[in-house]
Structure formats: structure tokens, C-alpha cells
């Protein structure tokens, strides 16, 4: 179908049209052309294409260009632009593709997608720390027959530590350790929990 045919007129006044513009006319790259060429018509005043809504509005001086005319040159336009493969609906999936690949990366570069990565990720470290502890505080399944409760407690002893050890680490590194003397409480505790872990672990 001719691009012509499938610009349908939905208002018109006196100095004013609205037409309804199919999708392959409302690519950007087209839009400015389109624009441009209508802009450039004798007689148009204004010319706007909304592409979301798929509307193009003219406004005119009837006295210099009346509506038959402007009309007829439209159309010309439009012609030329379609034998040039403006209109190519290749066109429109290609923009459709750049489209959804420009969301991609905005997703994968938001805040909210590197906040869920970190999360996955310290998730992932957790477990596997948390395997190879369960693996030496327990000394293998013997001690969970021998003693249950003692396995038990030592283990979610071993899971406190390396949570508060994580949670705590970047100030271990960056301040703690700078700065013993400034943070001797905090290594007061953090020895005295060691103390309590080693303590619990001796033989009775």
C-alpha cells in the first residue's frame, strides 16, 4: 500500500489539519525529514509529528496555500521519501532492535540491577564458606552422630562469625587495622569472641 493512502485525515479546520500517520512514518530519522519538508511547503506555519501517538498536525494559511494544495504536496513527499526507502518497514525492525538493545544495557548498568549482582554474589560466597566451615567445625558426619547438639551449636557458631567477620570487613580493612589504637574496643571483642570459639572447641 502506497504511504499516501495510509495518512487518513481525523481533523480539519480552517488553518488546521491533524492526520493519523501509520508507524513506519514515525521513526525519528523520518520524522525530521518529513518535518522539514512539510516546514518548507508556502503558506505552513507550523508542523508537528508526535510519533507516540502517531499524529501529525499543520497549520496553514489558507489564503496562500489551501488545503487541496497542501494536500497534494504532502503527498509528493511523501512519494519521494517512500522510493527512497525511508519508509521500509526493515527499517522500522531495525529500529525496534536498537530499541530494545539501548534497554538492555540501561538494565544492566542501573543502580537496581548492580544492587541484585552484589546481593547474588556475597549469597554465592556465603554458601560456600558456609559448606567449608560446616565441613571443619563439624569434622565430618561422625561428629553430628557422637554429639548432635554440640555439632549443631558449633556450627551456627561458625555461621555468626563469618556473618559478623563480612559484615564487618571493610571497616577491619580500612579502619581497624589503620588505626589499632582508635578501635581497641573493637578488636577487644573481636579477640574475646575468638577466644570463646576456641574455648567451646577444647574437649571436656
Aim: a positive charge; glycine letters at 4%.
Amino acid at each position: 500500500m502506497a504511504i499516501q493512502k495510509e495518512f487518513l485525515v481525523r481533523y480539519r479546520s480552517e488553518g488546521h489539519v491533524r492526520f493519523q500517520v501509520p508507524a513506519r512514518a514515525t521513526q525519528a530519522e523520518v520524522v525530521k525529514l518529513l518535518t522539514d519538508k512539510i516546514a518548507a511547503i508556502k503558506g505552513v506555519s507550523s508542523v508537528r509529528l508526535f510519533r507516540r501517538s502517531g499524529k501529525l498536525s499543520i497549520r496553514y494559511d489558507e489564503s496562500v496555500c489551501r488545503f487541496i494544495e497542501l494536500a497534494k504536496q504532502l503527498f509528493a513527499e511523501l512519494a519521494e521519501l517512500e522510493q527512497q526507502g525511508w519508509f521500509k518497514p526493515q527499517a522500522i525492525v531495525d529500529g525496534a532492535k536498537k530499541s530494545r538493545f539501548g534497554l538492555k544495557q540501561k538494565l544492566k548498568t542501573s543502580k537496581i540491577n548492580r544492587w541484585l549482582d552484589e546481593k547474588i554474589t556475597a549469597a554465592k560466597e556465603t554458601a560456600q564458606a558456609a559448606k567449608v566451615i560446616g565441613k571443619l567445625s563439624s569434622k565430618g558426619p561422625g561428629a553430628l552422630f557422637k554429639n548432635p547438639e554440640k555439632a549443631v551449636i558449633d556450627f551456627l557458631n561458625d555461621i555468626l562469625i563469618l556473618y559478623l567477620i563480612k559484615v564487618h570487613w571493610n571497616r577491619i580493612t580500612t579502619q581497624w587495622l589503620v588505626k589499632p589504637l582508635v578501635h581497641r574496643y573493637e578488636w577487644m571483642a573481636t579477640f574475646y569472641l575468638f577466644f570463646l570459639l576456641v574455648r567451646s572447641r577444647k574437649p571436656k
